[in-house]
Structure formats: C-alpha cells, structure tokens
C-alpha cells in the first residue's frame, strides 16, 4: 500500500516537475530583467529547458520531420513577426534568433556590438580568423584576401585545380555509378590541401578527410564534453588533425633554420607573415589558421558543388542552358583549360553557381555574441546573450524570393532584395574565400557540362539537414561521357 502511495506521489509530481522546468529558464533569464530603464523589452519567445533549451525542438525540425524553415515559421505563427527577434536558449546560451533581413543586416554591420563567437570555438581555433578580432583579425584577413582572393590569386588558382578536375572526371566516366558527395569532398579536399599545404593525395588526405568530417559535425552542435556526443567527437578529431599540422610546421621550420627550400603555399605564407613592428604569427596561429582555411575552404566548395550536380540533374532545362552557354566557349578555345577572363563572360553559368548557393544554405546560420545592452526598434539584446542569425530563412523566406525552393537561375537577372541574399556573412566578416567558392564551382560547371551527362540514382531522396543540407543518399548518380 505505501509503495502505491510513493508510486502515485512520483506519477502526480512528474507533471508539476516537468511545468518547473519548462518555466525555470524564464525565471532565470527573463524575469525581472524583461524590459530596461529605457522600457525595451525582451523579444517574444521562450527560453525552453534547463541546459537543453530549445534545443529538443530545434532537432525535432532539422531532424525527424526535415522542414527546417518550420522552426522560424512557428515562432512567427505563435508570437507574430514583430522585428524579426525571438528569444530562446540555443547551443548552451540564452540567446535570441534574428531572421528578417533587416535585423540581421543591422547585427552584421554593427560589429563593435556584435562580434562573432561560434558555441564551439574551439574546434576552430581560438587564434583562428574567426576567432580573433581587431587588429590580428585585419591582419590575417589581408593575408587571406592577397593569397586566395586578389585576380591573380585567382588566376593561378584556377590553373592549378582544372589539371586534376579533368583527370577526376574522366575516372568518374570509367565507373557506371557513384557517390558524388564521397568524390567531391575528394576531388576538392586534394586541391585545396595541396594549394594552401602542400598536401599530397594519399592514405593523409583520406585521413584528414575524416577527421574533418568529425570535426565539421560538432561546430553546429550542442556544447558538450560528455563522451559519445557529437562535440566530444569533434574534440578528438581536432586534436589529431592539430598533431598532423604541427609535424609539418616542424619540419618547415627546420628547413628553413638549414637554409632548405619550402613550398610556396599558403602555410607557408602564414609563417612569413610580418606586421609593421616585424612580428610573426606565433605557432599557434599558424596552426589553427591553417586548420580552418582548409576546412573553411574545402567544406563549403565540396558541398556547394554537390548541390550543383544534383539541382543539375533535377532541372534539365537549367542544365541546357547551361550547357549551350559552356560549348559556345569551349569551341573557341584551343586548350582544355578556362581562365579566369573566361569564367567572368559565362553570365548564365554565374547565375547558375549563385543560386546554388542559395540553395544550399551552406551556412544555416551564424552566431553573435552581444558585448553591451543594445536597442533594436524597442527590442532589448542583452549583453552577454548570444544572437544566431538565421541566414537559410533570408534563402527560404517567399518574401524574399519568388518560388523560393525552385531552382531558377534566371531570378539573378536583378539583384535580390536588400538584405536577403546573405550566403557568406557580411560586413567585416563576410567569407574571406567567397571568391575563390565560387570560381571552383564555376570551374566544376564548365568542364561537366561541355563533356559529360549524368543522372539521379534517387531523385526522391529525402534531405537531412545537419551538419549541412545533404540528399541523404550523397547525391548517387549514373555519369558518362556526352555522346
């Protein structure tokens, strides 16, 4: 009799529990700091779970019913539109989520109070480019803009990639059905790691490539040290690809101490960079720099490629457009390789590699952490709060875009909405490698289109949409050459 009592006192609590900690974070965040002396007040939203947040319903959206861009569509169902502001608790902060365009372009251009700060950090670098702020910041972004993004730069960037971009494709046609997603993160991973590290194709690469795969996971997950989780993993991942970078700084600087020559790349770019008073990186920032602009730019390229195939292969019409466009050129050229003169003329191919990248939402979404009380419209973002800008939903939004989610590359024929269109950042720290993302694609679309046809093994495939939007098959198609 007594235990039926106990049971039935821990049955008839668990609903009371469970209201008290749906309503703690609301104590705790919110409370009495609601509004400010000036009568801001918090945007509409709720803070969730102790710890977790929202971050139950977050996954429910991106995970199991795959319909992402519900998650801000049920925010402004339930509290309206307002300023495009809604408070929650997300990635391990109280936060609030920024989704209009003009909020968000107001945080992008406002970078004395919102600097950027992901919830993972580490995983890419506390001294990495998108980690550090004022004058290193100036410093390693000028860096990056001679070594990756100025025309010549560019120029023999594009030289170096379409030699093994040809061979690749031509492999591809030998084999009657593949991955594109598994062959494009290779293809991309080995000429980037070889244009800013030198790396060699082989067992290292493969290596990496996983530890990167680890790696890229965590950076958008919850913070978490707890063993088996995706960040943990992350973790791990980072630190031995920080074993393998440090062994080849070592052996650089041994070379140079012994008067030998080293590789003209970007790491080593990174050891002889100097300031005005002479100073050099010190190893750390090598390392971590290194790290993240292959990451950066291998990621984003590969993905945004993969989504080129498969929207491709969706759109046929876009496809012969684009194909029409790319064999005009190609005949008049007495080589197999473009340049980058070439690229700037293919209009249709431009439009074609930009709303790729709408498509994909490469970057869902961005973080801020906000250093002092700010007012938005009579909105108060409190200090210490992070803010996530929404970007995909600027992407998704019909307001934005006509027939958002139909790929149709002739809607870049006028440029998009102020503020709508926000696939690589903005302001101080939009992408540094925008550019050089976007002739590997264009780059990618040419020699596929002039030489190759392909097919979707599962053109129904459902998308998941973490760490990135992905068809959950890789993108398998059928691949050969034109006739």
Known sequence: MEMMIWYSCILGGLPILGLVLWWWNEFWYVGLNSCDKNGAKLPPGHMGFPYLGEMLSFLYYFKLVRRPDDFINSKRLKYGDGVGLYRSYLFGSPSLIACSPAVIKFILQTPESFVLQWPNIDLLGSESLVAVH???????????????????????????????????????????????????????????????????????????????????????????????????????????????????????KTRIRNGEKVENDVMNGLMQIRDEQGNGLSEKEVLHNIINFIIAGYESTALASTWAIYYLAKYPNVLKKLREENMALFKNKKEDFITTEDVSQLKYTNKVVEETIRMANIAQFMFRLVTKDVDYKGCRIPKG??????????????????????????????????????????????????????????????????????????????????????PVDGVEITFSKLN
């Open 134 to 252: 004022g004058k290193s910041h100036t410093r390693l972004r000028n860096f990056v803009s001679d070594s990756i993004n100025r025309p010549d730069a560019l120029t023999r960037i594009a030289l170096h990639v379409q030699p093994r971009l040809l061979a690749t494709l031509h492999s591809w046609a030998q084999s009657p059905n593949f991955n594109a997603r598994i062959q494009i993160k290779r293809l991309t991973l080995e000429n980037i790691g070889k244009f800013f590290a030198s790396l060699e194709p082989g067992a290292l690469i493969d290596e990496m490539d996983k530890l990167f795969d680890g790696i890229i996971k965590g950076m958008r997950a919850q913070p978490s040290k707890f063993p088996g989780s995706a960040c943990y993993y992350a973790t791990q991942c980072r630190r031995k690809v920080e074993v393998i970078f440090m062994r080849e700084i070592e052996k650089r």
């Open 385 to 470: 709060w992070k803010v996530i800008l929404w970007s995909r939903y600027l992407h998704t939004d019909p307001e934005n875009f006509d027939d958002p989610l139909c790929f149709n590359p002739d809607r870049w024929d006028k440029p998009a909405k102020p503020g709508t269109y926000q696939v690589f950042g903005g302001g101080v720290r939009i992408c540094a490698g925008n550019m050089l993302a976007r002739l590997q694609v264009a780059l990618l679309l040419h020699h596929l289109s002039v030489g190759y046809k392909w097919e979707l093994v599962n053109p129904d495939a459902d998308i998941t949409y973490l760490p990135h939007p992905i």
